[in-house]
């Protein structure tokens, strides 16, 4: 007979076994309310790291699991379903969207906010937005995506784009504030755009005053990417390899067409200049035989470009992690060897270490390695005449070394004149490398339910290395005897410390949250830059200062030291989501001017519209409506730091004299010195929130008025020559921002479209006593002006060109000029009978009144395509290249010019005739002959991808993978003469191709 003992120890097993028996796998399906799979689920068993994501047809299998296992499904924009297993061994889960999107969390400056709680216009951008385009910055990934801000691109590698935020306000710089994890900085193009989980804009100034005097221009938040509480650590790798190719390279006169151009001159010398050619090289058909395309030879086409990066996210139970690991290689499209390089590692580890208190420590570093083109061999192509070859004849020497270079000094021209690839081949040997490391140290306490201490301490150190080395050459006219080295080292330092303390409750319908905080900063800037001559080329190791002659040393030091303190606070106020209320208030302390403090408040209303019983009853298509209006005051410290007192400064070469053979420096006695303040941000703003059709179309509107007051201003003193900066001007910047979105499925086809608009107007309000500034050198002036946009273009207007003799013979002006059919006719803008400067006038502007975008992406099964078109319009742009023929009328021209030259024949009424550019009537002025319409449309990305099934990755031990292939900016429409209309300071002269990009991309999640 069995024991007590035994009976127990049978009873125990045989519950083991039932136990054992009772794990299962659970497979199903996961829908929405269409009926419609959802791919990429989230199932996460409860308690533990392990879970599953759905396939394209939003099919799971999981397990073995317990009877009393819990399983959580998530997916973005849904709300989440937690379900016990028990004896189920197949769950099918319908997901129902959240009541909208108006939850999401978006980053406001110093904390977070509801979507529907925004009083101020936020534009958030998500990771796949910014990583849909194959793109070494994350700025230059969202041009045409988000209203209100304007991005013009560069070509040079590695290089970023311009930003501005709702137009210039300031004659200083006008970027924007980017605050990463936290840190303040001036740009983000280091940081690898994969890195980054999230982008806030903050457009307006009452969302970006809790930034005070660093936020005149806008800011941009950037979040990077963390672990998640409870998550198996998952490794990705996504890279691509593509190559870059110069679609638009600019067309320039032939020999053909050059040769008819010096004969039209009438000039014997230029004349001889083809004789010479012809002489030297051959002729065909009485030109010369040689016809060079300079710009295709200096256009490096099919450059590659390449990305490679490895990322781990996970977390365990009160820890999470993040780290990841990038390389980025791109070379440059000018034919000299240029290219940028950068490597870079991150780290991001948050621990809970009770419920009440969190450690968090954030480690990025960035290596960039740059080898720098020769930018100005650009508009060495472009004037350099087709009649001589790149290099010389063989057994012919022409005095030049180290290279065999072809040289038209040879030929007669001057030394204005060079082969663009001897230039680029000398000038290549300019690199740098800079170390950039950011880390920081969070700390977040809650003694209480509602109340949250945190301290945080950022730091950005960079390390900034630079060395060119100029060979000795003889370029015919053009020589360096002897070999340059020039070296610099700088050294940054800046930190932050922020401590804030957050209140929030909910008292029956009455939600509010309280916050207070205080800041201190310092940046540290160190620069020491040497230089000497004669230094052997050929090896690394040769290229130290002491190889040269220590008689020719020369050397530079400087730096700077800034620093802040700032106290601000914020109270956010939603009575029943119906009446939502935002004040902040930012006292900012700096040691740059006189007036050591400024103060910044905002306010903020809105008003839901949507939720109030009229309109939750009528039957209307309207999901959520709000109005709202913001005011708000910023700051701008962005203009250098003032003299503030009267100063004895070094002087130049007049106040300084030999002494005993030695150079003796004088001093200068500067008794003028400024008294600056802050530029001021005024700004406006009144915008709608509509969401229509189950939140299917979404519709955003924003009206703004931004006015820069007590604008540094150079002002001319009285007795004197010299200017002194004073805040005495006042800019405008007006418009309205617009954008509409709609997502919705056919069957199995999922789609979404959108499109975006900003209209922007740019005034000068006041400049003080002064009617107007002028810009730019005399040649191609630019004025800023009381009523009209800044660095407006500021010349003559032509109107038409003189077709015949009688019409010369009708013109007193023509008859007085000695004027010819084919030269260009003039405004007389006051009438008096003359041309002069009183005739000038407002020719256009770099400021785009139009800018523009819009999208389609459509998903089908395995399938994704996704197109995004931009563009810009009402914009204006002087052609600067062109613009030289009135100092070098024999340079060669475009194409464009070349073959629409008036004549008899061809009676155009824009250019004038081919010997009218040897007049300096028509070219020795600046007219609206230089300027020309920078409007352009774009197709900006094109990506087609496919994704692995679920099943067949986990076959691979998978949990996903995504082939894509990727065409950035196949295709530009534009007008300008040059190789991009996309032009920063609306000047077209050293401008870098930029190029389109075609690439294939892998991405593996295992």
């Not at 978006?106 to 937005?129: C, F, N, R, W």
């Not at 230094?535 to 002491?546: C, D």
């Not at 409506?625 to 007049?654: M, P, Y």
């Not at 009381?786 to 038409?800: A, E, I, R």
């Given at each position: ?76 924009g849904m709300e989440s379903q937690t379900i016990t297993v028990g004896t189920q061994k197949e769950i099918n889960v319908l997901l129902m969207p959240k009541a909208s999107e108006l939850d999401e969390l978006v980053v406001i400056g110093y904390g977070e906010a509801k979507s529907q709680d925004l009083t101020s216009p936020i534009t958030t951008v998500s990771s796949e937005e910014i990583t849909s385009m194959n793109t070494s910055s994350a700025m230059s990934a969202i041009q045409g995506k988000v209203p209100g801000v304007n991005i013009v691109n560069s070509g040079v590698p590695g290089e970023g784009p311009s930003v501005r935020i709702r137009g210039v306000g300031s004659l200083g710089d006008a970027s924007p504030l980017y605050v990463v994890d936290g840190m303040f900085l001036e740009d983000i193009n280091f940081i690898n755009p994969n890195d980054i989980e999230s982008m806030s ?358 730096g700077r030291r800034d620093r802040g303190v700032s106290a601000f606070s914020r109270m956010s106020y939603n009575y029943d989501e119906k009446y939502l209320l935002s004040l902040t208030m930012r006292a900012d302390g700096s040691s740059k001017y006189q007036d050591k403090w400024g103060y910044f408040p905002s306010i903020g209303a809105g008003w839901v519209i949507s939720n109030e019983e009229f309109l939750k009853s009528a039957n209307t298509p309207i999901d959520f409506l709000k109005v709202r209006a913001s005011w708000g005051l910023l700051g701008n410290d962005k203009i250098d730091a003032n003299r503030g007192v009267a100063a004895v400064e070094s002087g130049g070469i007049n106040q300084s004299a030999i002494y005993n053979g030695q150079f003796v420096p004088g001093m200068l006695n500067n008794t003028l010195f400024s008294h600056l303040g802050w530029e001021l941000v005024e ?324």
């Amino acid at each position: 007979m069995l024991n007590k003992t035994t009976l127990i120890f049978v009873f125990l097993m045989c519950c083991m076994g039932v136990t054992t028996y009772a794990q299962h796998l659970v497979k199903g399906q996961v829908t929405d309310e269409s009926n419609m799979g959802l791919p990429g689920v989230n199932i996460k068993i409860n308690g533990t790291s392990e879970g599953a994501i759905t396939d394209l047809e939003g099919r799971y299998q999981i397990g073995p699991l317990n009877a009393d296992a819990e399983l959580i499904f998530s997916y973005i924009g849904m709300e989440s379903q937690t379900i016990t297993v028990g004896t189920q061994k197949e769950i099918n889960v319908l997901l129902m969207p959240k009541a909208s999107e108006l939850d999401e969390l978006v980053v406001i400056g110093y904390g977070e906010a509801k979507s529907q709680d925004l009083t101020s216009p936020i534009t958030t951008v998500s990771s796949e937005e910014i990583t849909s385009m194959n793109t070494s910055s994350a700025m230059s990934a969202i041009q045409g995506k988000v209203p209100g801000v304007n991005i013009v691109n560069s070509g040079v590698p590695g290089e970023g784009p311009s930003v501005r935020i709702r137009g210039v306000g300031s004659l200083g710089d006008a970027s924007p504030l980017y605050v990463v994890d936290g840190m303040f900085l001036e740009d983000i193009n280091f940081i690898n755009p994969n890195d980054i989980e999230s982008m806030s804009i903050l457009k307006d100034a009452s969302a970006a005053a809790i930034y005070g005097v660093r936020a005149a221009n806008g800011v941009v938040i950037i979040t990077t990417k963390s672990g998640s509480e409870d998550q198996k650590m998952r490794v990705t790798y996504d890279g691509y390899y593509g190559v870059q190719h110069v679609q638009q390279t600019m067309k320039m006169a032939n020999t053909e067409q050059y040769a008819n151009l010096l004969r039209a001159s009438g000039d014997k010398d230029f004349e001889m200049l083809l004789t010479k050619s012809m002489e030297h090289y051959g002729s065909h058909n009485g030109n010369p035989s040689t016809d060079t395309d300079w710009y295709n030879e200096l256009v490096n086409n099919f450059a590659s470009i390449q990305n490679h990066g490895v990322s781990l996210n996970g977390g365990f139970e009160n820890t999470t992690y993040s780290f990841g690991v990038n390389y980025f290689n791109q070379e440059s499209t000018m034919n000299a060897g240029g290219f940028y390089e950068r490597l870079s590692v991150r780290s991001k580890v948050d621990f809970k270490l009770t419920e009440k208190f969190k450690l968090g420590t954030n480690l990025m570093i960035t290596n960039e390695f740059r080898q720098k083109d020769h930018i100005t061999a650009w508009s060495d192509a472009f004037r350099a005449a087709p009649i001589y070859p790149v290099y010389e004849k063989d057994g012919v020497d022409n005095g030049d070394f180290p290279g065999r270079y072809a040289n038209p000094h040879h030929l007669g021209y001057h030394s204005y004149y060079a082969n663009p690839m001897a230039m680029s081949d000398y000038h290549s040997n300019d690199r740098t490398k800079y170390t950039r490391i950011l880390p920081s140290f969070t700390a977040e306490y809650k003694p209480i339910l509602d109340l949250s201490l945190r301290s945080a301490l950022s730091m950005d150190m960079g390390f900034d290395r630079g060395r060119k080395y100029t060979p000795a050459f003889v370029h015919g006219d053009i020589q360096n005897p002897l070999s340059q080295l020039d070296k610099y080292n700088q050294w940054n330092s800046n930190y932050i410390w922020d401590n804030t303390a957050t209140y929030s409750k909910e008292l029956g319908n009455h939600h509010f949250s309280i916050m207070g905080g205080f800041s201190v900063r310092e940046e540290t800037r160190r620069k020491l830059s040497v230089g000497i001559s004669d230094v052997p080329e050929g090896r690394e190791e040769y290229y130290y200062i002491t190889n040269g002659d220590l008689n020719s040393f020369r050397g530079t030091e400087e730096g700077r030291r800034d620093r802040g303190v700032s106290a601000f606070s914020r109270m956010s106020y939603n009575y029943d989501e119906k009446y939502l209320l935002s004040l902040t208030m930012r006292a900012d302390g700096s040691s740059k001017y006189q007036d050591k403090w400024g103060y910044f408040p905002s306010i903020g209303a809105g008003w839901v519209i949507s939720n109030e019983e009229f309109l939750k009853s009528a039957n209307t298509p309207i999901d959520f409506l709000k109005v709202r209006a913001s005011w708000g005051l910023l700051g701008n410290d962005k203009i250098d730091a003032n003299r503030g007192v009267a100063a004895v400064e070094s002087g130049g070469i007049n106040q300084s004299a030999i002494y005993n053979g030695q150079f003796v420096p004088g001093m200068l006695n500067n008794t003028l010195f400024s008294h600056l303040g802050w530029e001021l941000v005024e700004e406006t703003n009144v915008g709608i929130d509509v969401k229509l059709l189950d939140y299917r179309l979404d519709v955003e509107v924003d009206y703004f008025r931004r006015d820069t007051k007590n604008m540094a201003v150079h002002n001319q003193k009285n007795f004197t020559s010299q200017t002194v900066r004073e805040n005495t001007g006042s800019v405008r910047n007006s418009g309205i921002e617009f954008m509409v979105n709609w997502s919705d499925k056919i069957g199995k086809l999922r789609y979404s479209v959108g499109a975006n608009a900003t209209y922007l107007r740019n005034s000068v309000i006041d400049l003080g006593d002064q009617p107007y500034l002028f810009h730019n050198s005399p040649e191609f002036r630019q004025i800023s002006t009381v009523g009209m946009p800044m660095y407006s273009f500021f010349g003559w207007k032509t109107d038409g060109v003189y077709q015949n003799q009688a019409e010369i013979e009708a013109c007193d002006i023509a008859k007085a000029n000695g004027l010819k059919p084919g030269d260009f006719r003039f405004v007389d803008t006051n009438g008096d009978g003359v041309i002069d400067d009183e005739d000038r006038q407002i020719l256009g502007n770099y400021h785009p009144n139009w800018s523009y975008g819009f999208n389609i992406n459509l998903n089908y099964k395995n399938w994704g395509l996704g197109v995004v078109f931009q563009g810009v319009s009402g914009v204006d742009i002087l052609n600067m290249k062109r613009g030289e023929v009135n100092k070098n009328p024999i340079n060669n021209i475009d194409r464009d010019l070349a073959t629409n030259l008036w004549s008899p024949e061809n009676p155009t009424n824009k250019y004038p005739s081919a010997e009218g550019l040897f007049n300096p009537w028509n070219t020795g002025r600046f007219t609206d002959f230089y300027i020309e319409d920078g409007s352009y449309f774009r197709i900006q990305n094109i990506r087609f991808s496919y994704d692995l099934p679920q099943q067949t990755a986990e076959k691979m031990k998978l949990q996903g993978m995504q082939i894509y292939l990727n065409a950035d900016r196949p295709y530009t429409h534009f007008h300008t003469n040059g190789f991009t209309p996309e032009v920063g300071n609306g000047i077209d002269y050293d401008m870098h191709p930029i190029a389109a990009v075609y690439s294939l991309g892998l991405k593996v999640n295992f």
